[in-house]
């Protein structure tokens, strides 16, 4: 029996090993904390991330180490791979982690990104306004998701205490766009090369947190080929195995980049119920060497995001909607579940998802 190693026991390793049980795939994962949600279906190393013994033992103890998400130090992701097949590959992972490395990425491959100039020192950041100008996000170029570590410039009066409130850290300055909407694009790849992609989801984002995503987003042709085609060149070029993320804002029938994850994605939940193989399914698949599975959507489907705390009663539960609870303690600002939806058709989904939604917001 294959075992997977997992870096990670979040939700997202969680649901990794949940995924894996079909399979007759085992897993492990690796954790600071004793009660992460993965430790609960899975067996559990718990230690920190850099530690070399606790990662020694989980290359012993495994055949094809994974991880769930980015900020997993990239010495770590390289110890590993001295020892045991590492999937994403830790360059990935390089990339992923500096968003200065990431939007040159997304530049060579030929997928446009909204302005951006690197900032090292005040006089850089001033320099960079000069470029950029305002409005303008200026991000820390490590260690940034859910909206942490960027500050929104209105003005250049903004910039000094910007600057000063993400410690004076190597940032990076970015213009705002305007955009219509913003959309995912979710790919995975075998370890044979070969690759698949889920449809084209629309996601909306509040307070820098993903709130819902809504599948098949309706796009045109070539706005869908063009998504995919630079998923797949961006695969290639990383020697990507497993599944990779982008987010993507449309402007007028344009894409502009925004990031990447090297991983199973917040955005791509509604594949669970809504797709043929869901995301960590494959996940799985490909990093395993396995065929992987159809990636086709039968129904139309939908995921909203619960933060803070889940609440008591959503009163749909069953007729076509799915409550997924991550066994996390109630705090502001945490992802403690997620409802995915699926529905016959666009409209019906829509309904319920904002139904939901509702219900989701007032306890949140």
């Given at each position: 029996m294959t075992?997977?190693?997992?870096?990670g026991?979040?939700?997202?390793?969680?649901?990794?090993?949940?995924?894996?049980?079909?399979?007759?795939?085992?897993?492990?994962?690796?954790?600071?904390?004793?009660?992460?949600?993965?430790?609960?279906?899975?067996?559990?190393?718990?230690?920190?991330?850099?530690?070399?013994?606790?990662?020694?033992?989980?290359?012993?103890?495994?055949?094809?180490?994974?991880?769930?998400?980015?900020?997993?130090?990239?010495?770590?992701?390289?110890?590993?791979?001295?020892?045991?097949p590492?999937?994403?590959?830790?360059?990935?992972?390089?990339?992923?982690?500096?968003?200065?490395?990431?939007?040159?990425?997304?530049?060579?491959?030929?997928?446009?990104?909204?302005p951006?100039?690197?900032v090292?020192?005040?006089?850089?950041?001033?320099e960079?306004?000069?470029?950029?100008?305002?409005?303008?996000?200026?991000?820390?170029?490590?260690?940034?998701y859910?909206?942490?570590?960027?500050?929104?410039?209105?003005?250049?009066?903004?910039?000094?205490?910007?600057?000063?409130?993400?410690?004076?850290?190597?940032?990076?300055?970015?213009?705002?766009?305007?955009?219509?909407?913003?959309?995912?694009?979710?790919?995975?790849?075998?370890?044979?090369?070969s690759?698949?992609?889920?449809?084209?989801?629309?996601?909306?984002?509040?307070?820098?947190?993903?709130?819902?995503?809504?599948?098949?987003?309706?796009?045109?042709?070539?706005?869908?080929?063009?998504?995919?085609?630079?998923?797949?060149?961006?695969?290639?070029?990383?020697?990507h195995?497993?599944?990779?993320?982008?987010?993507?804002?449309?402007?007028?029938?344009?894409?502009?980049a925004?990031?990447?994850?090297?991983?199973?994605?917040?955005?791509?939940?509604?594949?669970?119920?809504?797709?043929?193989?869901?995301?960590?399914?494959?996940?799985?698949?490909?990093?395993?060497?396995?065929?992987?599975?159809?990636?086709?959507?039968?129904?139309?489907?939908?995921?909203?995001?619960?933060?803070?705390?889940?609440?008591?009663?959503?009163?749909?539960?069953?007729?076509?909607?799915?409550?997924?609870?991550?066994?996390?303690?109630?705090?502001?600002?945490?992802?403690?579940?997620?409802?995915?939806?699926?529905?016959?058709?666009?409209?019906?989904?829509?309904?319920?998802?904002?139904?939901?939604?509702?219900?989701?917001?007032?306890?949140?």
């Amino acid at each position: 029996m294959t075992r997977v190693g997992i870096v990670g026991g979040g939700q997202l390793g969680m649901m990794l090993a949940e995924s894996a049980v079909p399979l007759g795939i085992e897993c492990l994962t690796l954790d600071p904390s004793p009660d992460s949600p993965a430790s609960r279906v899975a067996p559990a190393i718990v230690a920190e991330y850099d530690d070399r013994s606790a990662l020694a033992e989980l290359a012993a103890s495994s055949d094809v180490v994974t991880y769930e998400f980015e900020n997993v130090p990239v010495g770590s992701a390289t110890f590993l791979a001295e020892r045991v097949p590492v999937f994403p590959s830790p360059e990935s992972l390089r990339f992923a982690q500096d968003r200065l490395l990431e939007k040159t990425l997304f530049e060579e491959i030929g997928l446009p990104v909204a302005p951006f100039s690197a900032v090292a020192t005040p006089e850089e950041l001033e320099e960079a306004l000069d470029v950029v100008g305002v409005p303008s996000l200026l991000k820390t170029r490590r260690l940034g998701y859910d909206g942490k570590g960027q500050v929104r410039l209105a003005s250049v009066d903004d910039a000094p205490g910007a600057w000063r409130s993400l410690r004076e850290v190597p940032c990076l300055l970015e213009a705002l766009v305007s955009f219509d909407r913003e959309l995912s694009i979710l790919g995975v790849r075998g370890r044979d090369g070969s690759v698949a992609f889920y449809p084209l989801t629309e996601n909306v984002h509040r307070e820098g947190i993903l709130r819902t995503s809504r599948a098949p987003a309706s796009v045109a042709p070539e706005v869908r080929d063009a998504a995919e085609g630079r998923a797949r060149e961006l695969m290639e070029r990383l020697d990507h195995v497993g599944v990779l993320t982008i987010e993507l804002f449309e402007a007028d029938d344009m894409l502009l980049a925004n990031e990447f994850a090297p991983r199973v994605h917040n955005s791509g939940h509604w594949t669970i119920e809504g797709a043929a193989t869901s995301q960590f399914e494959n996940h799985l698949r490909a990093i395993c060497g396995l065929e992987l599975g159809a990636t086709t959507t039968p129904t139309h489907g939908a995921m909203v995001n619960l933060i803070g705390r889940l609440p008591d009663d959503l009163g749909l539960e069953g007729d076509g909607v799915y409550v997924h609870r991550y066994g996390k303690q109630a705090r502001p600002g945490r992802k403690v579940g997620h409802v995915t939806i699926v529905a016959a058709d666009r409209d019906t989904r829509d309904r319920v998802l904002q139904q939901v939604t509702l219900s989701a917001d007032n306890v949140g």
